[in-house]
C-alpha cells in the first residue's frame, strides 16, 4: 500500500490509500498456519459493492478488529464469515493447512452476537444460555460451570430468572455478548457487541472476549472505537467503503500512516 497525493479537507481519511491486491494482510508476519483464510471476498447489492475484495487470514487465539464507520462494510462481512451470507464472489476456507472445508462444516462451532437482538422475550437469562449450551453439545457438566461463570463476569447473576422483556438494555447486551461466548466457540463474531453497554458493563465485556481469545477462539470484532479495537485487538483491519485499506498491530498502523490514523479515530469513532 502507499500513501497518494496530499489529503483534502473532508477527504476520509483512507481514501488517498491504493489497495494493492493482497497488500493488507502482508504487514503481519507469522510462521501459524491460519485457521480461517478469506480470499477476495465480495458482496454485491444492486450496483454497489458493499464488501469488495477482501482478502485475510484469520488465527486462533487472536482477536482481530475490524474499525469502520457506518456502512463500511463490517456487519456484511461478519455475516459471510459466519455463513449467514452467501458472498457474491470470492472464497472461505476453514484450517486451509489440512485441505479447503467449507463453511457449513463448522456451523456448530461458531458464536455470533449482532448489533440486532436476537433474544426470546419471555426466556430467562438461564434458559437462554441452557439452550445455546445444548444448541452446541457441551456436556451436561460443563454448562453449569460456564453459565455461572459468565453470569457472574458479565454481572447478569442478579438476573439469572429473569425474563427478557423485563432487562434493562444493557443487560440485554451483555446477554447477547454471553450467547455468543457460551461453549468457547472456535470462531467468535461480534459485531459491536459493546455499543449499548455503559462504561462498567463494558470492562466486564472486555475482560469476558479476552479470556475467549486465551482460551483459544478465533475472535473479530466489528467496532467504530479507536480506544476498543487498542483494549482488545491483536490486529486491526481498517474497512472503508467495503474495501479492506489497511491490516496490521497498532504499532504497525501507527508507524506506517500516522496522523492519517489519528484522524480516522477522530471522525469514525465513538465516544466512551
Known amino acids: 500500500m502507499r500513501i497518494g497525493k496530499k489529503q483534502k479537507v473532508g477527504q476520509a481519511p483512507f481514501s488517498s490509500i491504493k489497495q494493492e491486491e493482497g497488500s493488507a494482510t502482508e504487514s503481519f508476519q507469522t510462521e501459524r498456519l491460519p485457521w ?23 488465527f486462533e487465539g487472536e482477536t482481530l478488529a475490524l474499525l469502520g464507520g457506518n456502512a463500511s462494510g463490517k456487519s456484511t462481512l461478519l455475516q459471510m464469515i459466519t455463513g449467514l451470507l452467501q458472498p457474491t464472489s470470492g472464497s472461505i476456507h476453514v484450517c486451509p493447512g489440512s485441505g479447503p472445508k467449507d463453511i457449513s462444516a463448522i456451523r456448530d462451532r461458531i458464536g455470533l452476537c449482532r448489533q440486532q437482538s436476537a433474544l426470546f422475550d419471555f426466556l430467562t437469562v438461564e434458559q437462554h444460555l441452557v439452550f445455546i449450551a445444548k444448541l452446541r453439545r457441551m456436556e451436561s457438566q460443563d454448562i453449569k460451570a460456564q453459565l455461572n461463570h459468565l453470569l457472574d463476569l458479565l454481572n447478569l447473576e442478579n438476573n439469572r430468572y429473569t425474563i427478557v422483556t423485563f432487562l434493562s438494555t444493557v443487560s440485554k447486551s451483555a446477554l447477547s455478548l454471553a450467547l455468543a461466548l457460551m461453549g468457547n466457540p472456535k470462531v467468535i463474531a461480534l459485531d459491536e457487541p459493546t455499543q449499548n453497554m455503559d462504561p462498567c458493563m463494558r470492562q466486564h465485556a472486555w475482560e469476558a472476549i479476552n479470556q475467549s481469545k486465551q482460551a483459544g477462539s478465533v475472535i473479530i470484532l466489528s467496532t467504530q472505537s479507536m480506544q476498543e479495537a487498542e483494549a482488545l485487538a491483536d490486529r486491526i483491519g481498517v474497512l472503508q467503503n467495503g474495501s479492506l485499506v489497511a491490516c496490521g498491530t497498532m504499532a504497525e498502523l501507527e508507524e506506517k500512516y500516522g496522523k492519517m490514523l489519528l484522524m480516522f479515530t477522530m471522525t469514525s469513532s465513538v465516544e466512551y
Open 36 to 58: 480461517m483464510s478469506l480470499f477476495r471476498l465480495t458482496k454485491v447489492y444492486g450496483k454497489r459493492n458493499v464488501v469488495n475484495n477482501v482478502t485475510l487470514d484469520l
